[in-house]
């Protein structure tokens, strides 16, 4: 069989994949598309036609108040009852676009006083790990309280995006986005898996029997100061089964959570899952999840990205986390230097703008839109969905890939709520302007920029 070398192969070592590129699969990277073989990172393989399919939770039931992202659902609901043998059915999709493993966790999100934390014995501003027993004790305390009930977590809020970016056929098929976690039988566990399919993404894992659901619940009070308890129920650990395996094997990316370092159970199904990805020829994302969580986890971490990554999601903090730099350290330095080890990284900075690395060089993105935000949180979740997207849809260029997904991030920025709403993913959709055909860089050794001439 020929080959192709890609101009921009981003190969590095460990993270060399071969991938092939087929008259119905384009490469973004490579300058044609070809019925032959590439080395290049990015390809992927035939995403089947999306199929219709549907998941059944009986009683749509839970809490007080849904999440307001999530406002599409139309209903207050009060308790869900879960389907202990998941989502499986005929009519699922025959290939995933994306696969997310992650955490599933159930957010309680409500407004508290200091006294209501003086009362409970809670230090204001905290974030710890709590039992059973004093998750219960907590959220009989919040009866009466105003809050509200989310399928939470920084995975599931870029696979929503995604999802709802993908949702109808511009610039392709609709996107086939689902994720595998650990959710127990209780109420909570189908009021997970249920608002995830509302946003078009299936969660597949079964549940587990007699199980409970992670939660976190986070108490905000009068002067912004967020308190957050995690209980993690089932979700502390999650099997690599037939089942998971199967599916890895049918997708064609697989987005791994960094946040599932912190459950030293599940250490080794990361690794087993990597390894299929990539003998699959499943691209591998990684989020950098929280910088305590990569100081805790480092070696872990290090593992992973030198193996397996084709792509990084961090923000500024935890890439200089994963270099081991000093507070001092700029992220573009930040990035030029993980893009050494890693195919493509992203590096989020706030309201300064974003960092995409690629082979020891630096695409600066500034912010789409600068504008006082109203609430940050979701932000860089939002920039990664932008991201996926735009590989999905064959997006060439580096810059417009960065550009796309700070268009997503400033739309989340400027909302309440770490959602992105379907309104507003369809507007964005249908602005893309994705460019499909090859592209080759140009690099300006004097700055930190990279052109890109068509």
Same mark, same amino acid.
């Given at each position: 069989?020929?080959?192709?070398?890609?101009? !921009?192969?981003?190969?590095?070592?460990?993270?060399?994949?071969?991938?092939?590129?087929?008259?119905?699969?384009?490469?973004?990277?490579?300058?044609?598309?070809?019925?032959?073989?590439?080395?290049?990172? =990015? &390809?992927?393989?035939?995403?089947?036609?999306?199929?219709?399919? &549907?998941?059944?939770?009986?009683?749509?039931?839970?809490?007080?108040?849904?999440? $307001?992202?999530?406002?599409?659902?139309?209903?207050?609901?009060?308790?869900?009852?879960?389907?202990?043998?998941?989502?499986?059915?005929?009519?699922?999709?025959?290939?995933?676009?994306?696969?997310?493993?992650?955490?599933?966790?159930?957010?309680?999100?409500? *407004?508290?006083?200091?006294?209501?934390?003086?009362?409970?014995?809670?230090?204001?501003?905290?974030?710890?790990?709590?039992?059973?027993?004093?998750?219960?004790?907590?959220?009989? %305390?919040?009866? @009466?309280?105003?809050?509200? %009930?989310? %399928?939470?977590?920084?995975?599931?809020?870029?696979?929503?995006?995604?999802?709802?970016?993908?949702?109808?056929?511009?610039?392709?098929?609709?996107?086939?986005?689902? *994720?595998?976690?650990?959710?127990?039988?209780?109420?909570?566990?189908? =009021?997970?898996?249920?608002?995830?399919?509302?946003?078009? +993404? !299936?969660?597949?894992?079964? %549940?587990?029997?007699?199980?409970?659901?992670?939660?976190?619940?986070?108490?905000?009070?009068?002067?912004?100061?967020?308190?957050?308890?995690?209980?993690?129920?089932?979700?502390?650990?999650?099997?690599?089964?037939?089942?998971?395996?199967?599916?890895?094997?049918?997708?064609?990316?697989?987005?791994?959570?960094?946040?599932?370092?912190?459950?030293?159970?599940?250490?080794?199904?990361?690794?087993?899952?990597?390894?299929?990805?990539?003998?699959?020829?499943?691209?591998?994302? +990684?989020?950098?999840?929280?910088?305590?969580?990569?100081?805790?986890?480092?070696?872990?971490?290090?593992?992973?990205?030198?193996?397996?990554?084709?792509?990084?999601?961090?923000?500024?903090?935890?890439?200089?986390?994963?270099?081991? =730099?000093?507070?001092?350290?700029?992220?573009?330095?930040?990035?030029?230097?993980?893009?050494?080890?890693?195919?493509?990284?992203?590096?989020?900075?706030?309201?300064?703008? $974003?960092?995409?690395?690629?082979?020891?060089?630096?695409?600066?993105?500034?912010?789409?839109?600068?504008? +006082?935000?109203?609430?940050?949180?979701?932000?860089?979740?939002?920039?990664?969905?932008?991201?996926?997207? @735009?590989?999905?849809?064959?997006?060439?260029?580096?810059?417009? *890939?960065?550009?796309?997904?700070?268009?997503?991030? $400033?739309?989340?920025?400027?909302?309440?709520?770490?959602?992105?709403?379907?309104?507003?993913?369809?507007?964005?959709?249908?602005?893309? &302007?994705?460019?499909?055909?090859?592209?080759?860089?140009?690099?300006?050794?004097?700055?930190?920029?990279?052109?890109?001439?068509?």
């Amino acid at each position: 069989m020929s080959q192709v070398n890609c101009e !921009n192969d981003f190969i590095m070592g460990a993270a060399d994949v071969v991938c092939r590129v087929t008259t119905r699969g384009t490469c973004p990277f490579a300058e044609e598309t070809k019925k032959t073989e590439a080395h290049c990172n =990015f &390809s992927f393989p035939i995403r089947l036609p999306s199929s219709s399919f &549907s998941c059944y939770c009986s009683n749509d039931q839970f809490s007080q108040q849904t999440d $307001s992202d999530d406002e599409e659902d139309g209903e207050n609901v009060v308790e869900y009852v879960a389907d202990t043998n998941g989502c499986w059915n005929s009519s699922l999709p025959d290939r995933w676009d994306v696969l997310g493993l992650g955490q599933a966790m159930v957010d309680f999100s409500g *407004m508290v006083d200091d006294e209501f934390l003086e009362r409970l014995g809670i230090e204001k501003g905290t974030r710890k790990l709590i039992n059973h027993e004093e998750r219960g004790r907590v959220l009989r %305390a919040m009866d @009466g309280c105003s809050y509200k %009930a989310a %399928a939470g977590g920084s995975l599931s809020n870029s696979l929503v995006a995604l999802a709802r970016l993908g949702g109808q056929p511009i610039g392709g098929p609709p996107l086939n986005v689902a *994720m595998a976690g650990s959710v127990g039988s209780d109420p909570l566990g189908g =009021f997970y898996r249920t608002k995830l399919r509302r946003a078009n +993404v !299936n969660f597949l894992s079964e %549940a587990v029997k007699d199980g409970t659901t992670g939660t976190v619940i986070v108490l905000t009070t009068p002067d912004a100061q967020r308190t957050m308890l995690a209980y993690q129920g089932t979700s502390s650990r999650i099997d690599y089964d037939p089942s998971l395996a199967s599916i890895i094997s049918k997708t064609n990316i697989l987005v791994v959570e960094g946040y599932l370092f912190e459950l030293p159970d599940t250490i080794k199904t990361i690794t087993k899952a990597c390894e299929l990805a990539r003998r699959s020829g499943v691209i591998v994302a +990684v989020t950098a999840s929280d910088v305590s969580c990569i100081e805790r986890h480092y070696d872990n971490f290090w593992e992973i990205i030198e193996n397996y990554a084709d792509i990084v999601f961090t923000n500024s903090d935890e890439a200089r986390a994963l270099c081991h =730099f000093s507070s001092e350290e700029s992220p573009i330095t930040s990035t030029r230097y993980l893009s050494h080890f890693i195919p493509l990284v992203s590096v989020t900075d706030g309201p300064r703008g $974003s960092h995409i690395g690629v082979k020891g060089e630096v695409v600066c993105i500034p912010p789409y839109t600068p504008c +006082v935000p109203v609430d940050t949180c979701g932000a860089g979740d939002a920039y990664a969905s932008g991201i996926l997207y @735009g590989i999905l849809r064959g997006l060439s260029d580096v810059k417009g *890939m960065g550009t796309l997904a700070a268009r997503v991030a $400033s739309v989340v920025v400027g909302q309440q709520g770490t959602r992105l709403r379907v309104q507003d993913a369809l507007r964005l959709a249908e602005s893309f &302007s994705l460019q499909t055909g090859g592209t080759s860089v140009l690099t300006d050794v004097n700055s930190d920029q990279i052109s890109n001439s068509l």
